[in-house]
């Protein structure tokens, strides 16, 4: 399951934005350390394109796909050096596909910013910093590992090397990993290190209750501007206040609240769409007799780590894939037309997977 994990300072909303994800009551106290365990939630993606083909296929399961977030302990200036809950709040991201950066956007007088004042362009810095020291600690420790076996020129040591250093590289003009133009293989290789700037971001501005229905004020335009001049990511604004109030209604209660705000739609659906198209998520589908599947796999993907979002023995495995885009699957109706018209593709490892593919793995194990 994809998980994307809630970043930022402390006292920034994360809790908040959590809480009203998951609505499963995460503390949400004007304390800096409040959320030490990380707290999992789990929250359905819409996708009608599983609906219709539920209906064509007549599996008796639909199974949706669903984004985990993880909402994890607020992060220091010095947390990669272990201040603060530093070396746990690490821990915890390493294993997430996506970061969702929360930004404080909101004034206001009772709740504490750690470092008194209001800017966002400044925290998102300080939490950048942060992840990009902590990822040139690990490749440096990884390169002092292989680079003795390159010299000696073993194969596999080399080709890590190689994917290593623009890593440094990169790190060291103060970029992130994800910033880098690499082939899909050399990427396959970054991605296994699992080094945090190598993770797609969200950018998600916490506005104030009085910012609404536009969430838009003079914290949110600066770090727009700041966003777009440095290509940083994709940017959000939501008022996570709000939307964990909206959380706790009953669904016409809030389609009322919504009206009386004049907003159209819930922060927080924009959010999962923002999260999971804006963040280079694709989907793809399988089907069987039992089940038809949505499954949710970064762009770029390779058909053998399709297979592998199923299960390990089919990456393993991976023999090829039969291929056939939604739309086409749609108009042949069923498998067996899709062949007879010629639309069924096989395709073997080095295809990449595109939004929209039914596929069909062969394997052997
Ligand atoms: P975290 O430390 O980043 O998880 O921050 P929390 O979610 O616990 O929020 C810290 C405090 O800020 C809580 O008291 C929230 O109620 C408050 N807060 C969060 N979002 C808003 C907002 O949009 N406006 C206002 N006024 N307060 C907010």
């Known amino acids: 399951m994809l998980k994307v994990g809630i970043v930022g300072l402390p006292n920034v909303g994360k809790s908040c934005l959590f809480n009203a994800l998951t ?4 503390a949400a106290d004007n304390y800096p350390f409040c959320t030490v365990d990380p707290n999992v939630g789990t929250v359905e993606v819409p996708e009608a394109r599983l609906d219709r ?3 064509l296929v007549r599996s008796p399961q639909r199974v949706p796909t669903f984004i985990q977030f993880v909402d994890v302990a607020g992060l220091v200036e010095g947390a990669s ?3 603060g809950l530093g070396n746990q709040f690490l821990g915890h991201i390493r294993d997430v596909d996506a970061i969702a950066h929360v930004l404080r956007c909101f004034e206001d007088p009772d709740v504490a910013h750690v470092l008194g004042t209001v800017d966002p362009v400044r925290d998102r810095g300080i939490v950048d910093t942060e992840l990009a020291l902590a990822d040139l600690e690990a490749v440096e420790r990884r390169l002092e ?5 390159a010299r000696s020129g073993e194969g596999e040591a080399l080709a890590e090397e190689q994917a290593l250093l623009p890593c440094r590289e990169t790190l060291d003009q103060g970029l992130p990993v994800r910033s880098l133009d690499l082939p899909p293989d050399r990427w396959q290789r970054v991605r296994s290190y699992n080094l945090l700037t190598a993770k797609p971001v969200l950018f998600v501005a916490n506005v104030g209750e009085s910012d609404l229905p536009d969430c838009e004020n003079e914290f949110t335009r600066r770090l727009a501007d700041a966003l777009e001049r440095e290509s940083a990511g994709p940017m959000i604004a939501v008022s996570s206040r709000i939307e964990a109030e909206l959380a706790e209604l009953a669904p016409d209660e809030r389609k009322e609240f919504l009206d009386e705000l004049g907003v159209s739609e819930a922060g927080l659906s924009r959010l999962i769409r923002a999260a999971y198209g804006l963040l280079g998520l694709i989907t793809f589908f399988t089907f069987n007799e039992k089940e038809a599947r949505a499954w949710i796999l970064p762009r770029g993907s390779l058909a053998p780590e399709a297979a592998g979002a199923i ?3 089919f990456q393993r495995g991976f023999i090829r894939a039969e291929t056939i885009q939604f739309e086409e ?3 042949a109706g069923s498998m067996k037309s899709a062949r007879e018209l010629g639309r069924v593709r096989s395709e073997g490892k080095d295809y990449v997977v595109q939004d929209g593919d039914i596929l069909l793995f062969r394997f052997s194990v």
Do not use: N, P, Q
């Open 81 to 83: 050096h272990g201040e």
């Open 311 to 313: 299960h390990t023995d």
């Open 329 to 331: 699957f749609v108009v």
């Open 145 to 149: 590992k292989v680079s003795k076996r």
């Open 23 to 26: 609505a499963a009551g995460a």
């Open 53 to 55: 083909l539920h209906a």
